[in-house]
């Protein structure tokens, strides 16, 4: 006997095909295969049949077709005898047949056996497999019963198959043998056209196989696709099939390999592995632990709700499971501390998923700006892989709703002192409650680090167990403070404790459930040196995840060696946590109590540590960025030890270390009497937040120093800020957003009368005039911006706003004007030992050459400016120098490293700029289809951002393409569109 349910239901005995004329009886048998050899109770049949509204006769209607299907599957069966096929399980059925004689389980089992060949490498045995799973399917499950088609267990069988087609089409991607594959994926992206990893991986066969055109349409589609539809970019799976087919050669020329200096593989998606150390000496829970082992099944996504009062090792629990079941996460664990009850503020879901959109590999610059566009990025990064995700301190059901996947391949674990009712309820979390630690497992973690006094006098052990609330943090803690006094006897220390426990008692008259914990705290606490007592409480007050030497230094008004042996101390002690060589962090309840221990000093400890960081962040940024001291805020060395930053190396690794404190610092001083602190930390960082790609932070930042800002009254302050503001969106293509903040900028710059602020305002209005076309707007606001940048005496900007100058008049076609600004901004910015304002002048005087044929000299002054650029780590000038190389010298891998940086970046005008560059180069030696789809990619590129001057060299490009390909409409067409683009902007070009 033989059942089919992948596709129509059908039956046969030997050769003979059973008659299930019955769609009734076709439905019973489909729903009881599917199961898997699972007995399917009477309500799940009638529900599955009629819903909510079944007929009376429902159950016998049910015992009717089963009668039949016994009748057609088990013709020789005896009278009344039992079934073998079809028995009676409780008040249901189940389908009792071997994997060989059911293609649902054929499917699976040979799945299972290709996952096993590919662990072993046998790449070819996998494919074989997948293929010979494939073949069991003959159309849709169930095709023959459509009112089945929603039931969600044959949804489920369909993304089973869709899974199946990816890892097939994966494999033989890898295996080079992409024309077998190709028409799965075709039809699977068809399926599923807003799968992102599906296109992607339709991009790279049809790559694979010398599809060069079809990939762009392909790419192009689904870019319009999720804009159109869910308002979001393509994700960097995307991303990165459409880089590859940017580098991939085509298949009649020699073109170079990519340049040796990209070294992402971007054919790998990178894999988060964030989970904390599991805590030292974990004791117990194996109840707990094989209970979330059931919960989390990895079937359908799961959501399990670790719950549980404070301090009874939730954290430790979840992360010790994470650690045990990663291996069924294979693409990844990601891990977040929400701070859900931090006493300063929990982090917000935005912070949350910026951080998980990084680990999954997408640049800062691309990051949306919204909660929702964020949100959806993420689940479309997480879609169809195998990840756990860990939601740790969760405070609020809203702030764990942003981050829950949408795939049902990933399964999150939640950690909250809060039942989250609403979790359970509307999204089906299950919940695990953490009780105290039994008495036995608490005897056995009190014995692992006290020694033998706890066998020696069982009694005083069980006391001290009372006496902590059997909760694991304040063991820990009582038990360090045992350990540290090995001379003195179990019972004294606990009656030390009790005497803590009955102050408390008298000083609390409500009976606080957390007494005992606070006199463990207590305890421990007073048994500390003076030093380091006074060390803890003003740890407490420090904003940010963690705390190192030289913070702790400022703080505490010590010397470094001091302040680290101090912390050491608190490790020892279990009052601090330590999560890096160096680095410090405290436990919620910790902080809490220390805050409530402060004796009026915190003020002044906090205004010295702010003091300290400012200075730092200021010598990193006048090391990375000399030549820009004077626009930042200068502060005075502070008193307190300041870590050396060295050379632009270091600077950038500080300042990479402490980003996550820089902004945690610049949220708490906006508000706790330091406004000051809040804008000068924030005007200083910006070159850094900037330039790295760091938008989602630097908007933070932005806006709590503008709130600081007119909090205060600084008007220059928050028409600077804002500026900066307009400068990040600039960067990433939100021109007209752009525009409406600096015009703000500017009026109050003129109404505070801060020419510095207003000469800067102008200057990047002046550039968003520029990238929208409208040139005569952009040099009247640039010049404006250049008398006041003379009257200042800024000779910085007075170089900036020369070159932008010299931008525009050679967008205009205007050489000569354009020569001559050009080249003042690059004599003062030698001058003033500005190598990036310089480099960024050769850029365009080496466009100007280019324009007039002089080759030798535009590709001399390229090569000069991207030496300066790499020099100075001046990521966007790179990418622009080695667009303007790659065009001068038509060599595309000077080309797609542009293009690569600016993806990186998430610059879209500069991404259109190169996209165009490339088509260029392509077209003109010889490849103009790929020339071709190239400016189509520029072109959608520069519409989406308002880019105008790029829209209409990517129509010139397309019409050059279309020309060589013999399609003179299309070249026609294309040339109308560049000379009216031209045209209305004011440019030469056509």
């Avoid at 964030?274 to 082992?293: C, H, I, N, S």
Wanted: glycine share 10%.
């Amino acid at each position: 006997m033989r059942i089919q349910v992948l596709g129509p239901v059908r039956a046969w005995l030997g050769d003979a095909p059973v008659e299930l004329t019955s769609a009734g009886r076709r439905a019973v048998l489909g729903l009881l295969a599917v199961a898997g050899g699972q007995p399917l109770g009477q309500a799940e049949l009638i529900g599955a049949l009629w819903g909510d509204r079944p007929p009376p006769s429902a159950a016998n209607v049910i015992q009717t077709h089963v009668k039949h299907l016994r009748r057609l599957l088990e013709p020789g069966r005896a009278f009344r005898s039992h079934s073998a096929v079809l028995p009676r399980v409780g008040d249901g059925y189940a389908l009792r047949v071997s994997d060989a004689n059911l293609d649902l389980l054929c499917f699976r089992r040979l799945l299972a056996e290709a996952a096993a060949a590919q662990r072993t490498g046998e790449l070819r045995t996998a494919a074989r497999m997948l293929a010979e799973a494939l073949a069991q399917w003959r159309g849709a499950p169930l095709m023959d019963v459509p009112a089945l088609a929603g039931h969600p267990k044959i949804l489920a069988l369909a993304e089973e198959r869709h899974v199946a087609v990816g890892r097939y089409g994966e494999l033989m991607i890898a295996l080079g043998a992409v024309s077998e594959v190709l028409p799965a994926l075709e039809e699977a992206a068809a399926a599923q056209p807003l799968d992102e990893a599906g296109q992607a991986r339709l991009i790279r066969a049809y790559t694979a196989a010398g599809r060069r055109a079809k990939a762009f349409a392909t790419f192009h589609d689904i870019r319009h696709r999720l804009a159109d539809e869910l308002g979001v970019d393509p994700g960097p799976e995307l991303a990165a099939a459409h880089t590859a087919l940017l580098r991939e050669p085509a298949a009649t020329t020699g073109e170079s390999p990519p340049a040796p200096t990209i070294t992402t593989d971007e054919g790998v998606r990178p894999k988060p592995a964030q989970l904390p150390a599991v805590v030292a000496g974990f004791t117990g829970r194996d109840g707990e632990l094989a209970a979330l082992d059931r919960l989390v099944t990895g079937g359908d996504q799961v959501i399990v709700t670790v719950c549980g009062t404070a301090g009874v090792g939730k954290t430790a629990l979840a992360v010790r499971w994470a650690h045990r079941a990663r291996a069924r996460f294979p693409d990844g664990q990601l891990h977040v501390n929400l701070r859900g009850y931090d006493t300063e503020a929990p982090m917000s879901p935005e912070d949350a998923l910026a951080g998980f959109l990084r680990a999954l590999g997408m640049p800062g610059g691309d990051i949306p700006p919204g909660r929702d566009d964020r949100a959806a990025a993420y689940r479309s990064l997480l879609d169809g892989r195998r990840m756990l995700v860990v939601l740790d301190n969760a405070a609020t059901v809203e702030q764990i709703r942003p981050l829950l996947p949408g795939t049902a391949s990933c399964a999150v674990v939640v950690t909250s002192r809060d039942m989250l009712p609403g979790l359970v309820a509307r999204h089906g979390a299950g919940r695990l409650v953490v009780p105290l630690l039994p008495g036995g497992e608490a005897l056995t973690l009190i014995t692992r680090l006290i020694g033998d006094r706890v066998r020696d006098d069982p009694a005083a052990a069980s006391d001290l167990i009372g006496r902590c609330a059997r909760l694991p943090l304040a063991l820990r803690i009582a038990a360090e403070r045992a350990a540290g006094r090995p001379e003195t006897p179990l019972r004294d220390l606990v009656a030390e404790l009790a005497d803590e426990s009955r102050r408390l008692e008298l000083l609390n008259a409500d009976g606080d459930p957390y007494t005992g914990v606070g006199a463990v705290f207590s305890w421990s606490y007073r048994q500390l040196p003076p030093a380091a007592a006074r060390a803890f409480r003003l740890l407490g007050l420090v904003p940010g995840p963690d705390t190192g030497g030289y913070a702790a230094a400022a703080l505490l008004g010590t010397d470094v060696p001091e302040a680290a042996a101090l912390l050491e101390v608190l490790a020892r002690a279990h009052l601090v946590q330590p999560v890096t060589a160096g680095r410090y962090t405290q436990h919620d309840l910790l902080r809490a109590y220390a805050k409530d221990r402060e004796r009026g000093e915190g003020d002044q400890a906090l205004g010295r540590h702010a003091d300290a960081v400012l200075y730092t962040a200021t010598r990193a940024m006048d090391t990375l960025h000399p030549a820009e001291q004077h626009r930042r805020p200068r502060v005075e060395q502070p008193d307190a030890p300041v870590p050396p930053v060295g050379d632009t190396a270091g600077a950038q690794a500080w300042l990479d270390r402490e980003r996550d404190n820089l902004v945690a610092l610049v949220a708490h001083t906006a508000v706790h009497g330091r406004p000051g602190h809040a804008v000068g930390l924030t005007l200083t960082l910006l070159r850094y937040l900037e330039s790295g790609g760091h938008y989602p932070e630097a908007v933070v930042m932005h806006e709590h120093a503008v709130r600081a800002a007119r909090l205060t009254g600084d008007t220059a302050a928050e028409a600077q800020l804002l500026t900066n503001l307009a400068v990040m969106d600039v960067q990433q293509g939100h021109y007209e957003r752009a525009e409406t903040v600096l015009r703000r900028a500017v009026t109050l710059a003129r109404a505070c009368g801060d020419h510095a602020a207003q000469a800067r305002a102008l200057g990047n209005l002046g550039h968003v005039d520029q990238w929208r076309g409208r040139y005569d707007d952009a040099a009247d606001r640039l010049r404006e911006s250049l008398a006041l940048c003379r009257l200042t005496g800024d000779r910085a900007a007075e170089a900036r706003a020369l070159g932008n100058l010299g931008q525009v008049f050679r967008r205009q076609g205007h050489d000569e004007q354009a020569a001559a600004y050009l080249s003042e901004s690059a004599r003062i910015c030698r001058d003033i030992g500005d190598a990036v304002g310089e480099g960024y002048a050769l850029v365009s005087l080496g466009d100007i050459a280019a324009r007039q044929r002089d080759t030798r000299r535009a590709a001399r002054v390229h090569r000069e400016a991207l030496a300066i650029f790499r020099r100075t780590n001046e990521r966007a000038g790179t990418a622009l120098a080695l667009d303007g190389l790659g065009a001068v010298t038509q060599d595309t891998v000077f080309l797609r490293e542009a293009l690569e940086i600016f993806q990186r970046l998430g610059e879209r005008a500069g991404e259109a700029r190169v996209t165009n560059s490339l088509g260029e180069v392509l077209t003109v030696t010889g490849q103009p289809a790929d020339g071709r789809d190239h400016h189509r990619a520029a072109l959608a590129l520069a519409t989406g951002t308002g880019d105008r001057y790029e829209t209409a060299r990517a129509h010139a490009g397309l019409a050059r393409a279309a020309e060589a390909l013999g399609d003179p409409g299309a070249a026609e067409h294309h040339r109308e569109q560049a000379r009216s683009g031209y045209a209305a902007i004011g440019a030469p070009g056509w």
